[in-house]
């Protein structure tokens, strides 16, 4: 029989019921995995001795292993790469921030050192979006709640992880139930994480979206758009196919009046494709009676996606003072973060041979920074 990460929190919680063991016990169990990962069942005290039994038979403290770290030059970004069960693998990365060094509003920020962990959903992506890496794996399988939570552990014993953004490998909206479960777990004790300081990142599932502030209330929703139109969005990002632009829309915008919260808008700028005054003006025409932030994120090719180019900072700058000056909407530059090290935003992808060569780039910019 297949023994299960004590992470999978249903099947947990319905074995202790089965056997009369009280689920009170389960934050406990967390908590001592959390920072014992390599721990023996009989190590945590006083559980109930059906608890022990149960979970010697059917379950273990961790499914994956942390195969490899890798670290950025400048300390700012490490890289995981995680083995599953299966024996495949995942990548999470870890980003450093310091707000203490930002200015907002022309005054330094508050606060002090966070991390924010970037999580997989999948192994590979079948959205297959033509600038991501990730996508170029083809779909492998999805992860369970346990595989998903399981990188959070891995990244807690490097850093303490503040906020948790799902834009690693992966559609995570096409994964829910996992997803769900994954973050009533990291909203829960021990791991005590705020549902505003994580934030889900979809290429645009609409049957999902129109369920998601009811199961999910609180957390942030991004949205891969990267271009202002269905025709240009369906030749950089196929799958928009089954997701007409117009149809999106009409879903953010219920999601919006319901969850009364921002929209994060990603858009991926693609020198000559998707990053001209027009494409501006169309996208501030698109989202001007929304509430969102719109983050700009630099291309990082890896390669095959050579194909495609950077936009030159010129362009991003004009870009970005259309949408604000004209349509008064918030744009941001995603900060460049890990590039040496292929941790970037669309970057990750297992390559096993050379993964030492592909070790990070950017990821996002801060949610905090974002949300204000």
Not at 152 to 162: D, G, K, N, Q
Not at 326 to 346: E, L, P, W
Request: net charge neutral; glycine share 6%.
């Amino acid at each position: 029989m297949a023994m299960k990460s004590v992470f999978d929190s249903s099947q947990l919680r319905a074995e202790f019921e089965q056997v009369g063991v009280s689920t009170r016990f389960i934050p406990i169990i967390w908590k001592h995995v959390m920072q014992n990962p390599n721990c023996q069942w009989d190590e945590i005290p006083s559980l109930p001795s059906g608890a022990y039994h149960l979970l010697r038979s059917k379950f273990v403290p961790l499914l994956s292993t942390l195969d490899s770290a890798v670290e950025s030059s400048d300390g700012v970004t490490t890289k995981l790469l995680i083995k599953l069960q299966n024996g495949s693998f995942v990548e999470a990365v870890i980003m450093r921030y310091d707000s203490r060094l930002g200015i907002y509003n022309g005054k330094p920020r508050s606060g002090g050192p966070r991390s924010t962990l970037c999580i997989s959903s999948q192994v590979g992506c079948k959205m297959g979006c033509k600038f991501c890496a990730t996508g170029s794996m083809g779909f492998k399988n999805n992860l369970s709640s346990g595989e998903i939570v399981e990188q959070l552990v891995h990244a807690s014993l490097f850093s303490t992880i503040r906020n948790v953004v799902f834009m690693g490998m992966g559609e995570p909206l096409n994964n829910y139930s996992s997803l769900l479960e994954a973050i009533h777990i990291m909203t829960s004790s021990p791991f005590h994480l705020s549902p505003r300081k994580i934030t889900v990142s979809t290429v645009g599932i609409i049957h999902a979206i129109n369920k998601l502030h009811a199961d999910l209330p609180n957390v942030n929703l991004a949205v891969s758009l990267h271009a202002p139109v269905q025709d240009l969005r369906c030749q950089i990002m196929p799958a928009a196919r089954a997701f007409p632009l117009e149809k999106l829309m009409d879903a953010l915008l219920v999601y919006q009046k319901e969850s009364q919260q921002k929209i994060f808008i990603e858009y991926i700028m693609l020198d000559g494709v998707n990053d001209e005054e027009q494409h501006a003006h169309q996208l501030g025409k698109l989202l001007e009676t929304f509430l969102t932030v719109v983050n700009l994120i630099p291309f990082n090719p890896i390669g095959s996606l050579s194909a495609f180019q950077t936009s030159n900072d010129e362009k991003v700058t004009r870009f970005q003072k259309i949408l604000r000056d004209t349509y008064g909407i918030r744009t941001t530059v995603r900060k460049q973060m890990g590039q040496d090290i292929s941790g970037a935003c669309g970057q990750l992808v297992v390559n096993l041979p050379n993964r030492q060569s592909l070790a990070h780039k950017d990821v996002l910019a801060d949610i905090e920074d974002l949300r204000i």
